[in-house]
């Protein structure tokens, strides 16, 4: 079993190139030599491991319905957080045009409005509440400290949370 057919099958369904070296009876040295020197085998190798990602995908999606319909209270949450807006905790769900808002709104507005705007959008599901907190320090610490330098480090502190952007 010391074939490029073996390697390209085994990583059909192991998309592990360990373990498809081991199964078809070769070192890894052999499999990126045969990688490197024929373009038609790196080529399937790469369609095979692709596919082994969305079968080993389909497998743990699998697993997880099932642990779902169990009542698994951990995998409950996960898909929650992961497929319903209102559960996650990590997605924050404004418009472009709002995001900008948002952000100027915390750099150049007085402390009151700011809070008032993040609480609004927390409220509607808008921000998750992490990130709400997150604002809120960023406001309240900011409220002495007007300088250009601040509002950047302001704009930075955004940018690294929820994707907003840098550009105002």
């Known amino acids: 079993m010391k074939s490029k057919a073996d390697v390209i099958e085994s990583l059909r369904t192991t998309p592990i190139v360990q373990v498809a070296c081991q199964k078809a009876g070769i070192s890894r040295a052999t499999y990126y030599?045969?990688?490197?020197?024929?373009?038609?085998?790196?080529?399937k190798v790469d369609q095979a491991i692709k596919y082994g990602i969305y079968f080993i995908n389909d497998l743990a999606e699998s697993q997880m319905i099932s642990l779902i319909k169990d009542r698994n209270p951990t995998m409950i949450i996960y898909w929650l957080n992961n497929h319903h807006h209102g559960y996650s905790n990590n997605k924050i769900y404004l418009s472009e045009?709002?995001?900008?808002?948002?952000?100027?709104?915390?750099?150049?507005?007085?402390?009151?409005?700011?809070?008032?705007?993040?609480?609004?959008?927390?409220?509607?599901?808008?921000?998750?509440?992490?990130?709400?907190?997150?604002?809120?320090?960023?406001?309240?610490?900011?409220?002495q400290i007007k300088d250009r330098e601040n509002e950047a480090k302001k704009?930075?502190?955004?940018?690294?949370?929820?994707?907003f952007k840098k550009q105002l």
Request: no cysteine; charged share 35%.
């Open 33 to 43: 030599r045969w990688r490197t020197g024929d373009k038609e085998f790196r080529k």
């Open 97 to 143: 045009k709002d995001k900008q808002e948002l952000i100027k709104t915390v750099i150049f507005s007085d402390p009151e409005t700011a809070l008032q705007l993040i609480a609004e959008n927390t409220i509607k599901g808008k921000i998750p509440r992490f990130f709400f907190y997150i604002l809120r320090s960023i406001v309240n610490n900011s409220k």
């Open 155 to 163: 704009i930075e502190v955004l940018s690294r949370f929820s994707g």
